[in-house]
């Protein structure tokens, strides 16, 4: 939740007309107060009990401290890209609302979906502006299946040429104790012991390791976390598909492995290190062969997709294009609400090599319609909003 406070001598508001299929029904439509703290609120995507006892507290202790009259809690959209869902926004701001009329003060709630104009004549004491961001701590915990996890490993070492067996090799059992990390040099398809002084076994219990086929010297090492990192001498000993290059060896006896990760990870968590690099390196040669712009599977992009603002538009329209694009699956989509111009976005956003890019603009607002730009095929089109869904579900089947 982002939050900026203002300590306004006057403030007004009034509606205009709806702007959300889901907003407040029985509004305040006309409001004006003097003396008042205003508390123009964006609620962020994961905003919880924590986040609103929080926001009580600053919100009253402010108030208190600038002897304010009253307090109004205003849905303001643009602090922030990272919206909840409009029904659970309301709820917060509805709770937060209540908590801070049970602490005895005055408040009033602007209408959540609606547009309005307002007007503001500030303070200039010291205290008068005040911005507060408050979130959750959030610790994440992935478990996953043997199944789901056999087809993502297969699938993908495939498409960048690397071929999957059947047997392998394990460091040490049990995987509980695998609390360190091992390594072990691989020279003319013989292992060796590894650093540490542990040897390698041959095992039944369900493994993920990487060998290194003849002709190729290199380190590995290994964790707990299917954590492998590859150091290579030159990236010119990988080798095309069906060529003698690098070969991943699996096993088949286990029900499911914990993988443990960081939530602001945005990279694909068991792919971590130079195992990543390794086969983004390989991604990009095989996209150079073909004159592409090299890309990221969806899966493994930081940046999934990201709506640039051109001109003078309504961004709520913006933010129901974003809603509509995570409903459809998309997790990590932004928004460039910035007036660069729209060269100097598209470079910015070309570096990121961001799968898809939309642009909305004062044109695509007048017809209804957005602009839609593929990074792996290097086209550009116009599509009605109407035709959006549809356009990026069957882009999605392709990945």
């Given at each position: 939740m982002r939050i900026l406070q203002i300590h306004a001598k006057k403030f007004s508001f009034?509606?205009?007309?709806?702007?959300?299929?889901?907003?407040?029904?029985?509004?305040?439509?006309?409001?004006s107060k003097e003396n008042v703290l205003v508390a123009f609120i964006s609620v962020e995507r994961g905003d919880d009990e924590k986040v609103i006892?929080?926001?009580?507290?600053?919100?009253?202790?402010?108030?208190?401290?600038?002897?304010?009259?009253?307090?109004?809690?205003?849905?303001?959209?643009?602090?922030?890209?990272?919206?909840?869902?409009?029904d659970q926004s309301i709820k917060i701001l509805d709770e937060l609302s209540e908590r801070l009329k049970d602490k005895k003060l005055e408040v009033a709630r602007a209408?959540?979906?609606?547009?309005?104009?307002?007007?503001?004549?500030?303070?200039?004491?010291?205290?008068?502006?005040?911005?507060?961001?408050?979130?959750?701590?959030?610790?994440?915990?992935?478990?996953?299946s043997k199944n789901?996890?056999?087809k993502l490993v297969n699938d993908y070492l495939k498409r960048f040429g690397f071929?999957?067996?059947?047997?392998?090799?394990?460091?040490?059992?049990?995987?509980d104790s695998l609390v360190k990390?091992?390594?072990?040099?691989k020279a003319e398809n013989e292992f060796y012991e590894t650093l540490n002084g542990v040897t390698l076994k041959e095992g039944s219990r369900s493994f993920f390791k990487a060998k290194i086929l003849p002709g190729n010297n290199e380190i590995f090492d290994c964790t707990m976390d299917i954590d492998f990192s590859i150091i290579r001498n030159n990236i010119k000993n990988l080798k095309l598909e069906n060529e003698e290059g690098i070969a991943f060896y699996r096993s088949e006896n286990v029900d499911s492995i914990p993988v443990a990760t960081i939530i602001n990870n945005r990279y694909f968590p068991f792919f971590n290190g130079?195992?990543?690099?390794?086969?983004?390196?390989?991604?990009?040669?095989?996209?150079?062969?073909?004159?592409?712009?090299?890309?990221?599977?969806?899966?493994?992009?930081?940046?999934?997709?990201?709506?640039?603002?051109?001109?003078?538009?309504?961004?709520?329209?913006?933010?129901?294009?974003?809603?509509?694009?995570?409903?459809?699956?998309?997790?990590?989509?932004?928004?460039?609400?910035s007036n660069e111009k729209?060269?100097?976005?598209?470079?910015?956003?070309?570096?990121?090599?961001?799968?898809?890019?939309?642009?909305?603009?004062?044109?695509?607002?007048?017809?209804?319609?957005?602009?839609?730009?593929?990074?792996?095929?290097?086209?550009?089109?116009?599509?009605?909003?109407?035709?959006l869904e549809g356009a990026v579900k069957k882009f999605l089947e392709t990945q």
């Open positions: 009034r509606t205009v007309s709806e702007a959300l299929q889901k907003k407040d029904e029985t509004p305040i439509h006309e409001l006892e929080n926001a009580t507290e600053s919100i009253a202790e402010h108030a208190k401290k600038v002897n304010a009259n009253s307090i109004i809690i205003y849905p303001y959209a643009h602090l922030s890209s990272n919206l909840e869902k409009p209408p959540f979906g609606w547009y309005k104009e307002f007007e503001l004549s500030s303070f200039g004491h010291p205290l008068a502006e005040l911005s507060r961001e408050f979130s959750s701590a959030v610790s994440l915990q992935i478990k996953l789901s996890y056999d071929e999957v067996y059947s047997n392998g090799f394990n460091i040490k059992e049990p995987w990390e091992f390594c072990m040099l130079s195992l990543f690099s390794l086969i983004l390196d390989r991604l990009i040669e095989l996209e150079e062969k073909k004159a592409l712009s090299p890309y990221l599977p969806m899966l493994f992009s930081p940046y999934q997709s990201v709506i640039l603002k051109v001109g003078n538009v309504n961004e709520e329209k913006i933010i129901e294009v974003k809603r509509l694009l995570e409903s459809i699956g998309l997790k990590r989509v932004y928004l460039d609400l729209i060269g100097s976005k598209l470079r910015k956003w070309g570096m990121k090599w961001v799968p898809l890019v939309f642009i909305y603009g004062e044109r695509e607002e007048e017809t209804n319609t957005i602009i839609l730009r593929e990074r792996k095929t290097n086209v550009q089109y116009t599509i009605s909003l109407s035709e």
